[in-house]
């Protein structure tokens, strides 16, 4: 495997430097770009059978035609869905796409404090007083040691919430297909019924797509929030907007939202943008962010680190099988 090379796509100063200081140590010779992975830039991992992808540029069949002309043979996405790379085209070429884990802690903290914010209204007070408004919120917030919280997906990230859960004193139900030891599992249908936040960390699938659909968020109970740290998908924007137009909900916090590409991570003020998005922006009870929950330094360290571990054992792995 010696002398084995990567091209890492889509890095920002900090990932770069990253990649420049570790890549070495896992006997891997980088080349860096900013540049995003398309079929322009293919031509910079020729002779590399191994790249490094961020999760914010789609990688397209053209994409992936262009890198295996290149010679690549293996995806490292530096995230751990990858549901921006077409996998089963990926596969079709000979090329194997590979994700990465981190530490769920980011995700874990972000999302217990869109829950915070969204129960007290954090929001609109907080934009009364960058305008010097300093009058209290219209209505009073919620505690969480009095309600119920919903987790729906209790893998890494689920886990590391309901663990931040337990020390609020809240009841937390928890729906997934394998039961967590220590909670109260139940059915999508009746946890969706008794929570008063419902937050969402499942993985999307042909099966998870639009899981909180019409019917679904229907049966929330009157005055739930959703939190959506997942992904956009998962959630029936247009239904759950009914909602809350309607004020059967009582709030959402959303880090991720249906067509996110190309607007989260760009600079929108002067665009027209979706009008889902704007409606929803136009809600006091609701937030928005960029898709920035796993935005953390710890983060940004174990998915360029795995990223180059991933492409170390392929290229050792293909050494082998050609030895």
């Given at each position: 495997m010696t002398g084995a090379a990567i091209t890492a796509y889509g890095c920002e100063p900090d990932e770069a430097a990253l990649f420049r200081r570790?890549?070495?140590?896992?006997?891997?010779?980088?080349?860096?770009?900013?540049?995003?992975?398309?079929?322009?830039?293919?031509?910079?991992a020729k002779g590399r059978r191994c790249v490094?992808?961020?999760?914010?540029t789609p990688v397209t069949p053209p994409v992936l035609r262009a890198l295996e002309r290149a010679g690549v043979r293996y995806v490292s996405t530096r995230s751990v869905g990858y549901d921006h790379i077409d996998v089963d085209y990926a596969a079709s070429l000979g090329i194997t796409v590979g994700n990465v884990d981190y530490a769920p802690d980011g995700v874990a903290d972000y999302t217990l404090m869109l829950i915070l914010m969204v129960l007290r209204h954090a929001r609109s007070t907080v934009r009364r007083a960058d305008v010097h408004d300093y009058r209290l919120a219209d209505?009073?917030?919620?505690?969480?040691?009095?309600?119920?919280?919903?987790?729906?997906?209790?893998?890494?990230?689920?886990?590391?919430v309901i663990t931040r859960l337990r020390g609020f004193g809240c009841r937390v139900l928890t729906h997934d297909h394998r039961p967590a030891s220590g909670t109260e599992?139940?059915?999508?249908?009746d946890l969706l019924r008794r929570s008063d936040v419902v937050t969402l960390h499942t993985p999307l699938e042909a099966g998870t797509h639009?899981?909180?659909?019409?019917?679904?968020?229907?049966?929330?109970?009157?005055?739930a929030c959703v939190v959506n740290t997942g992904r956009g998908p998962l959630v029936?924007?247009?239904?759950?907007?009914?909602?809350?137009?309607?004020?059967?909900?009582g709030g959402a916090a959303l880090d991720v939202l249906e067509g996110e590409q190309g607007v989260?991570?760009?600079?929108?003020?002067?665009?027209?943008?979706?009008?889902?998005?704007?409606?929803?922006?136009?809600l006091p009870n609701v937030l928005v962010?960029?898709?920035?929950?796993?935005?953390?330094?710890?983060?940004?360290?174990?998915t360029v680190e795995h990223s180059l571990i991933n492409c170390r054992e392929f290229e050792r792995q293909e050494s082998a099988w050609i030895g």
């Open positions: 570790l890549a070495p140590r896992h006997g891997l010779t980088p080349t860096i770009t900013a540049a995003a992975v398309s079929e322009a830039t293919a031509a910079l490094s992808v961020g999760h914010r209505g009073r917030g919620r505690e969480l040691r009095d309600l119920t919280v919903g987790v729906v997906g209790t893998g890494r990230i689920g886990s590391a599992h139940t059915s999508l249908d639009h899981l909180l659909d019409r019917r679904r968020i229907a049966r929330l109970k009157e005055g029936d924007t247009a239904a759950l907007l009914a909602a809350l137009e309607a004020g059967r909900l989260f991570y760009a600079d929108c003020r002067d665009r027209v943008l979706d009008d889902a998005l704007v409606r929803l922006q136009r962010t960029p898709h920035t929950a796993y935005y953390t330094d710890r983060a940004l360290s174990d």
